[in-house]
């Protein structure tokens, strides 16, 4: 993709999202690989829905801003996941309101954060990890991620909001829509006591469709 498209693509889906209440106010950064290795990453302190594609931060190869703004000070949390999974081609996060509600009950699972609900959790995220409180633009929050070897492609960051890399920035944003909802309906239903899909089930899933799963 041209990095004129590309540009235009991050802000629309950035808007999209910040429309439908995905993230709020400043919350949130986003960032996406260019054709020559480089990245284009939201400035620190923007909103998702006014981000301009004149003006995102623009990373050559090597890891040098060339233009733009002032990057986001979750950079060291981008990089650590292009770092360490070499299928990353964009990285989104978020302040979605319900993925935090989870994250904040008393029960919380931390190697596997998303209950079994629906298909479609399994098959976009994979096994999503929860992670401590960080302060945001910490940089261990980086290191917790490299500590993770590549091995999700997905987190949630305890009390603050889910980050999700993928292939590329449109995948990125439906996988991490698709832990808000699952999320949404984990808090819809807790008190229910729902019934999930089983062992066998996800286990179908994980194969069928080549779900990553980190054992
Ligand atoms: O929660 C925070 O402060 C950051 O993680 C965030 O979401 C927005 O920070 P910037 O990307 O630096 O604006
Ligand atoms: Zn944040």
């Not at 909103?47 to 594609?53: Q, T, Y």
């Not at 980086?142 to 949630?156: D, P, Q």
Request: with cysteine.
């Amino acid at each position: 993709m041209k990095e004129s498209e590309l540009r235009e693509l991050i802000c629309t889906l950035a808007k999209s999202m910040f429309d439908r209440g995905l993230t709020s106010g400043s919350s949130g950064n986003i960032s996406a690989r260019t054709e020559d290795g480089g990245l284009l990453v939201s400035p620190t302190g923007t909103s998702f829905g006014r981000l301009d594609p004149g003006r995102l931060s623009r990373f050559d190869n090597k890891g040098n801003l060339i233009n733009g703004d002032k990057p986001t000070k979750e950079i060291s949390l981008h990089s650590a996941f292009y770092d360490t999974r070499s299928t990353a081609g964009a990285v989104v996060h978020l302040h979605s309101c319900h993925s935090v509600a989870l994250s904040m009950m008393p029960d919380a699972n931390e190697d596997d954060f998303l209950p079994p609900l629906t298909p479609y959790g399994i098959m976009k995220l994979g096994k999503v990890k929860l992670l401590p409180y960080f302060r945001p633009g910490d940089p261990a929050m980086g290191e917790a991620v490299r500590g993770l070897a590549g091995k999700r492609s997905a987190i949630m960051l305890a009390n603050h909001g889910p980050v999700v890399a993928a292939k590329d920035v449109e995948a990125a944003c439906f996988a991490i829509e698709e832990l808000e909802d699952t999320a949404r309906l984990a808090m819809l239903m807790q008190s229910f006591n729902p019934r999930m899909l089983s062992n066998d089930q996800v286990k179908d899933l994980i194969t069928t469709f080549d779900v990553e799963w980190d054992v």
